[in-house]
């Protein structure tokens, strides 16, 4: 048994008990398989016991958000932004941005994200889907020439804002997915596609967050 599935599936439990890992594909992406919370967790309301766990814990790895799957759906139908590139996907949950970067040519792929257990499921959804990845704890310490950074459902938090600006400093172009920020106005970032989603497994999400729009800064490549 995967070393990776077995470490995931314990801290799992741990905050949520009852919870467990399953293999899913994507319906943007059905080629893309990853290891996310089961489809029917939870049967009822989480106790407030649960509840304080899931905030001090944040599971974010172990469901493919809206924004993430539009993207990796995106550089699958444009395979030019990544095709013999290096490419940073920042912030990268259970991997799914970066695997489908993969997937679609680029050369080097980086998953950066600070939760040490994000990283262990990136990888162990990079093996079951057969793509090789390069894992980064810290932004700070890639080092190297990016041709692209990619980045789905980081804005959450409007302080992530100001990475905006250093992303489009670092790389030669930058992709944003994002349903959460509605007033977004930022130079030299502009809207390239607009797309229906929702979470995996669904959270059951308002409308508004399953409008999914993404943003580009730099020139496109051809």
């Known amino acids: 048994m995967d070393e ?37 967790y939870p049967q009822g309301e989480l106790d407030p016991e649960a509840v304080q766990r899931v905030m001090d814990n944040p599971l974010y790895w172990v469901f ?9 759906h995106y550089l699958r139908e444009h395979p030019h932004w990544v095709a013999g590139r290096t490419v940073l996907d920042f912030g990268c949950g259970s991997g799914v941005v970066a695997i ?36 980064a704890a810290d932004y700070s310490d890639v080092r190297g020439a990016l041709d692209l950074i990619i980045v789905a459902d980081v804005l959450y938090d409007r ?11 670092r790389a030669t172009q ?23 989603a929702c979470t995996l497994p669904d959270l059951d999400e308002s409308p508004e967050f399953r409008d999914v729009r993404i943003y580009g800064a730099g020139v496109d490549p051809v």
């Open 174 to 196: 930058v992709l944003v997915a994002d349903s959460r920020v509605k007033d977004f106005n930022y130079p030299p970032y502009r809207e390239l596609a607009r797309h229906r």
């Open 4 to 40: 990776d599935f077995e470490q995931l599936g314990a801290r799992l439990r741990q905050i949520l008990p009852g919870g467990r890992l399953e293999e899913q594909a994507l319906p943007r992406c059905p080629d893309i398989r990853l290891l996310l919370l089961q489809e029917d």
């Open 100 to 135: 489908a970067a993969a997937r679609a040519g680029a050369r080097r792929v980086i998953a950066c994200d600070i939760d040490p257990l994000a990283l262990a499921a990136t990888r162990a959804n990079a093996r079951l889907n057969g793509v090789d990845l390069e894992l």
């Open 64 to 72: 493919c958000w809206a924004s993430g799957q539009v993207l990796a």
């Open 159 to 169: 302080a992530n804002l100001d990475w905006l600006g250093r992303f489009s400093t």
